[in-house]
């Protein structure tokens, strides 16, 4: 089968930053390739037009078509054409694209589109309890209406967004998957005690901001804590401040803040080098659709303490291969990793069961098989 991704980022030097959707679609790519089906990326909002293949996937960058009022629709119609070039030329059998933003909101194309939920901007605002742009919600609604099928990462984003848009779309649900060879525990570097890990983008609405107040709880009682982050610093939409991490330094007491590191970004392939070193893992987001970083900390067997919103027990069994607290709760969730910390027999074990869970529910093979049935199917009933 011939697939495309739709996607404004993806993990690659020539295509600039990419997140959890374009880790998530690289991985994927990967498995499919796998497989035997033939891969096509189609990267919106790059600086040129530019073809160009890597380790088998051929990666189109499309530059955006710039003209006051008018851009978004053109790159859309520019979008359109080329999909429908490469369908011509029998490049291409099915589409797939996020929810985010809604890019095909006005793509009308020769094979069928599936959207794929990784969270669209109305479903963090929710989640972040905060306005979503009007234009928006009905640019991501006219998106999901238009679409041939649908699929989402977890049940919780399928129910939460046929509530939020007044939907009753059928969601399939395939979780997001990662390379366990890439995320393997064959390689480890000794483990650094007492080391905290978080790794993400510095911003409120993965708990960066209760982060420090849970750490201080930690310090107070284990004075050899240490906390790493690591991505990169995001501007905060409610205070307008340039800097997360700029907040954040004034959120800890100044004797924890001598024992946290911020890393900045790294690449992608030396954070598992880091996971690798940490004696627990942290995540007290609260908004997700189904976050690779938890999934890569658990390939590499670590413990980790996360938020227990929604998606999480789609992920974590709490207790057995994860701990899962409300980010708010800065006490409990400071037991918890102090628990941990204080255990290092348990926390191995809760590692290895972690390790398992990925293994068989959210492995690269897993998760290409689920999906390349779920295109094929499509493809069928749109014949």
Known sequence: MKIAFLTSEYPHSKTGF??????????????????????????YGQEKDEIFSENGIVIHKIKNVKLKGLSRFLTQKKIEKRINLLVNENKIDIVEAPDWTGITSNISVNCPIVIKLHGSDTYFCHLDKRPVKSINKLREKRALQRANAFISVSQYTADLTNELFSLQRNFTVIPNGIDLNK??????????????????????????LELPLIFNEVHKRNNKARLILIGRDASDIITGNTSTWQIMQSLFDKTALQNVDYIGSVPYEKIKEYISAASVCIFPTFAEALPVSWLEAMAMQKAIVASDIGWAPEIIDDGINGFLVHPKAH?????????????????????????????????????????ADFYQKTVNDNQ
Not at 21 to 34: A, D, F, H
Not at 334 to 349: C, F
Request: charged share 30%.
């Open 18 to 43: 990419a997140a959890g959707i374009g880790t998530s679609i690289m991985n994927l790519s990967k498995g499919l390739l796998g497989e035997g089906h033939q891969i096509i990326v189609l990267i």
């Open 183 to 208: 995320f393997s525990t064959k390689e480890e570097n000794e483990v650094e005690e007492n080391t905290l890990l978080y790794f993400g983008t510095l911003i409120r609405k993965k708990g960066l």
């Open 331 to 371: 006490s409990e969730y400071a037991n918890k990793i102090l628990e941990l910390l204080d255990n290092p027999i348990a926390r191995k074990k809760m590692g290895e069961r972690a390790r398992k869970k990925v293994e068989e529910k959210f492995s690269i093979e897993v998760v290409a098989k689920q999906n």
